[in-house]
């Protein structure tokens, strides 16, 4: 595809999830006929949207963050009808409850998940002996899945080429200018170096961790975000955990979920799974920070403080760590909130940013997009 004098509906920035799903949209809903995505890696679907929990959130997670929980109990069953073959339900998800620094008690907790209309249901007695009753006060049965994102990456790439958007592979977005009669310009840096430019009428800027590194006239991000190494653990598990996914509520605590891509699982920890942090500004590149970060796994400290409440984890066999740039909207630290960013620029119409931080979030952008006017 010849790159100079070549003019778009929408170019679209990341081909991340967010930036496919976003895509297919505008082609398929909104009569897109000429878009563009941009990834910098080789492949879709390769840096946050693979290195992840994987898991489809049904709210349970976010108990002191009610909007968050209620869109995600309302997303769950759109994203399994959307995405079918890359959902994961063939495994037993449980939560269950500290009896000490816990941010909820159990009480709270089943009241939380009525509020929200998210099923919990006792589970079976051996499921309950997993766990260190000293240190657990509750356990629940839920309903919560996990997706294969290399699915999810297959089903995006035959969408976009079923509908003639066109993909721009290992290449990274410079900058964006005001163009000539209200157009924008997007300035590309091939992976060799060379450098080349196309015309725009529509830009979306889904970069997620790279979402404010843009140059040009494009003025930053408002919203203040922060960005964190993390870090996580894949494990084999030990057969008494091979079909279950584990979260322990609400606080300095730990997950375990399916990570379908591998037939491995994940392992996150909130005091370890966050390696390095810092507040996002323009000009500090979270890649380049990650490149140069110095990868040494804390897996030994997750599964010492882990198999405190679950045994049966000390037996599991560790098999790498995927790292990479988590980002975070500042606002929403201190009650676990995650709402999606979606920015517009009264000195650069029609260029849109967007940030998600789960996989359901996806359907919030959606309902943005279906009330902008875009012609």
């Not at 009610?66 to 495994?91: C, G, H, M, Y």
């Not at 939560?95 to 006792?122: L, M, P, W």
């Not at 006060?137 to 958007?165: I, T």
Request: charged share 25%; glycine share 6%.
């Amino acid at each position: 595809m010849p790159m100079s004098e070549t003019d778009f509906d929408a170019v679209v920035i990341g081909g991340g999830f967010y930036g496919c799903a976003i895509a297919i949209y505008l082609a398929k809903n909104r009569g897109f006929e000429r878009v563009l995505v941009v990834e910098r890696e080789a492949s879709l679907l390769k840096r946050a949207s693979y290195n992840n929990q994987a898991r489809v959130h049904n709210g349970y997670h976010y108990p002191r963050s009610f909007t968050t929980a209620f869109r995600s109990r309302l997303n769950l069953p759109k994203f399994v009808q959307d995405w079918p073959e890359a959902i994961n339900q063939e495994f037993t998800k449980l939560y269950a409850i500290s009896r000490r620094n816990s941010k909820v008690t159990a009480k709270q907790f089943v009241r939380f998940c009525a509020d929200i209309g998210a099923e919990v249901h006792a589970p079976d007695p051996e499921m309950r002996e997993l766990f260190d009753s000293r240190l657990i006060e509750q356990v629940y049965l839920v309903k919560e899945y996990a997706f294969n994102s290399d699915l999810v990456a297959k089903r995006a790439l035959s969408e976009l080429q079923d509908l003639g958007v066109n993909l721009l592979l290992e290449t990274e977005v410079e900058s964006i200018s005001k163009a000539v009669n209200g157009e924008l310009g997007v300035i590309f840096k091939s992976k060799d170096g060379n450098f080349s430019s196309v015309s725009s009428r529509y830009i979306f800027n889904c970069s997620y961790s790279g979402i404010n590194q843009l140059k040009g006239d494009f003025p930053g991000i408002r919203t203040k975000l922060k960005q964190e190494i993390t870090e996580m653990a894949l494990m084999d598990m030990p057969a008494p955990l091979k079909g279950l996914g584990i979260t322990v509520m609400d606080g300095p605590f730990f997950s375990l979920m399916p990570f379908p891509a591998r037939n491995l699982h994940t392992l996150s920890h909130v005091r370890y799974t966050p390696h390095l942090q810092w507040v996002d500004e323009p000009g500090i590149s979270p890649y380049g920070k990650l490149n140069d970060y110095t990868r040494v796994s804390q897996v030994d400290r997750m599964v010492r403080d882990v198999s405190r409440y679950l045994p049966s984890l000390s037996t599991a066999q560790y098999v790498e760590s995927l790292f990479e740039v988590k980002t975070i909207l500042m606002k929403n630290e201190s009650d676990d909130g995650r709402p999606i960013l979606f920015e517009k620029y009264e000195d650069l119409p029609k260029c849109f940013s967007i940030l998600g931080g789960k996989i359901d979030n996806i359907y919030d952008v959606l309902e943005k997009l279906d009330a902008e006017r875009l012609d």
